[in-house]
């Protein structure tokens, strides 16, 4: 095939995207070193000297880091199980998980307002047991945050370690139960190191969707700030255009970085993967 | 191990409990007859269903967000179908790059991306409103659409459209004649799934929205800022009812495998 076709196949997309998506980020990202004509990085000591600005940045990762945590060792056990059951089984438990996946963030979202309520299913469920005597404050903190966000992302990683799973060779399984090992030991030597390259493909989806995500922090957070819905009440409510700018180059940066250190690890951990 | 495997089992329940409890409970609440959502419901109605069709807003932002959602896949279509069948059929130099390049706009945060398209499509480019939510979501679907078609053009058998070259036939009708029919299910998927994250989306969206332009995820969102009835539970029934129709087409399409790949 001549060259010149090849580029008129791929010309008009990637006109597109330059157009749409490159200039766009690298002018909203060059866009934060100037201020009044002239190079500045004040836009960046700005954020990292105010106290009020580095804790929605403390809020966020730790939200990230605790829903993604607690993802991994929820879908961790549940993806193993699901991968040792026959195809029907794990077909519709995998659709299952796929479902919610593909339901709206606003409903998801929306449905946990219902719950966590102080009026909520929750809190009366609580107060009628006698647990509690008075309802708990669980709406429009980090927690439920948390709880939205490990309930939005938990399929994701569910679904990729049992695509992982299941591509272990079940036989290496039993040749290590045949050399003498325990099924507990086998687990932990055979399918846990074979599952790394998934956990942490998963794990990256997971703190990247959970450190950007907009809609769950919107709805479950209520004035507590994340980065996200800080950049949107910069952009939307307050018009700082350069705060803004600065805050999405430093989530883009952010979001780079964490993608970069876990392929490494994964490339080290695992050389063949 | 039968004894851990209960265990597991009992573990995974639980887990799909979380997962679709919420999902279960926000149904229930959508019959509520009183304007106070409460679980479980006082009784059996569809007012709020009635009130969906009332409040007019839902109805626009439903057109809005179907005309976006519809006329972007469209352009995805016609901008990614020649670069997924570029990139899967022929080696290159810069392949890896523009294979990159083709995915980034899956990498970049979303609500990065919103408002770098409101500061530039919107403010400096000067597109409408409109034109521009109809970009942001054409960008939003392309990496879906090229993926998904990349790899059904992965298992075609570049062999047949060899052999129909050979014959006599020229490269674009062997192209529509011979290589888009045989993965019409795979093209089927791609929209279907870059519909969703389009029609759901709302990092973008959330800043293509201005006086009488708005998507039915924002509206959704501004009403449950201002109103805390059983209206929105009724919505997202709705719309969980259709994401299920599109899911099972999906499954019957290409399997749910897409899904479990990374």
Redesign the interface.
């Known amino acids: 095939?001549r060259k010149t076709?090849?580029y008129?196949?791929?010309l008009?997309?990637?006109l597109?995207?330059t157009l749409?998506?490159?200039?766009?980020?690298v002018?909203?990202i060059a866009?934060t070193f100037y201020q009044e004509g002239s190079f500045t990085i004040q836009g960046y000591l700005q954020f990292l000297t105010d106290a009020y600005f580095l804790k929605i940045m403390l809020t966020t990762l730790q939200v990230s880091l605790v829903t993604t945590i607690a993802c991994v060792l929820?879908?961790f056990?549940?993806a193993?199980?699901?991968s040792k059951l026959g195809p029907r089984k794990k077909?519709i438990?995998?659709?299952?998980?796929?479902?919610?996946?593909?339901?709206?963030?606003?409903?998801?979202s929306?449905?946990?307002?219902?719950?966590l309520g102080k009026k909520g299913?929750l809190n009366s469920s609580l107060l009628a047991i006698g647990l509690i005597d008075k309802p708990l404050e669980i709406l429009y903190t980090p927690t439920a945050m948390m709880i939205g966000l490990i309930?939005l992302f938990?399929?994701l990683i569910?679904?990729?370690l049992?695509?992982v799973m299941?591509n272990i060779d079940p036989d290496l399984l039993k040749a290590a139960e045949s050399l003498g090992a325990s099924?507990l030991t086998a687990f932990w030597k055979v399918i846990v190191p074979l599952s790394v390259p998934?956990l942490i493909?998963?794990s990256i989806?997971v703190f990247?969707g959970s450190?950007?995500a907009?809609?769950t922090p919107?709805?479950l957070g209520g004035k507590q700030r994340v980065i996200?819905t800080f950049?949107?009440q910069n952009?939307?409510t307050l018009n700082d255009?350069h705060l803004?700018?600065v805050i999405?180059t430093i989530?883009?940066v952010i979001?780079?970085v964490v993608?970069y250190f876990m392929n490494k690890l994964a490339t080290k951990l695992n050389p063949k993967g | 191990m039968q004894e851990k495997n209960r265990g597991l089992a009992l573990f995974t329940s639980l887990v799909f409990l979380f997962l679709l409890g919420p999902l279960i409970i926000i149904s229930f609440t959508s019959f509520e007859p009183g304007s106070v959502l409460k679980f479980p419901p006082e009784g059996f109605s569809l007012r709020w269903y009635e009130n969906i069709f009332d409040v007019e807003m839902f109805m626009t932002t439903f057109k809005t967000s179907m005309f976006v959602s519809l006329l972007g896949n469209l352009l995805a279509l016609l901008l990614g179908i020649p670069a997924a069948y570029a990139l899967s059929r022929f080696d290159f130099r810069g392949k890896g790059i523009l294979n990159g390049v083709f995915i980034s706009p899956v990498l970049i945060p979303g609500i990065v991306m919103g408002f770098a398209m409101l500061k530039y499509v919107i403010v400096v480019y000067n597109l409408p409103i409109y034109a521009g939510l109809l970009v942001g979501h054409t960008v939003l679907m392309l990496p879906f659409i090229i993926r998904v078609i990349a790899s059904s053009l992965s298992n075609f058998d570049f062999a047949i459209e060899e052999a129909a070259l050979s014959l006599g036939a020229g490269r674009l009708e062997t192209f529509f004649k011979v290589v888009l029919p045989n993965i019409r299910s795979g093209i089927i998927a791609a929209i279907l799934i870059a519909f969703l994250e389009s029609f759901n989306n709302v990092d973008i969206s959330v800043f293509m929205t201005g006086p009488g332009v708005s998507t039915l995820p924002i509206q959704m969102l501004t009403y449950v800022e201002n109103n805390f009835d059983p209206t929105i539970a009724a919505i997202s029934v709705l719309l969980m009812i259709f994401t299920a129709i599109l899911m099972f087409i999906i499954e019957r399409l290409m399997g749910l495998s897409y899904f479990t790949k990374r």
Do not use: N
């Open positions: 095939m076709g090849l008129l196949l791929l008009p997309g990637v597109f995207l749409f998506m490159v200039i766009p980020i002018m909203t866009s929820i879908g056990p549940a193993y199980y699901i077909g438990l995998l659709a299952l998980a796929i479902f919610p996946l593909l339901t709206s963030s606003v409903v998801r929306f449905s946990w307002m219902i719950i299913l309930h938990l399929p569910i679904i990729t049992v695509g299941e099924k998934g493909i998963g989806l990247v450190l950007t907009y809609t919107a709805l996200s950049l949107y952009a939307i255009w803004a700018s999405a989530m883009i979001t780079f993608i």
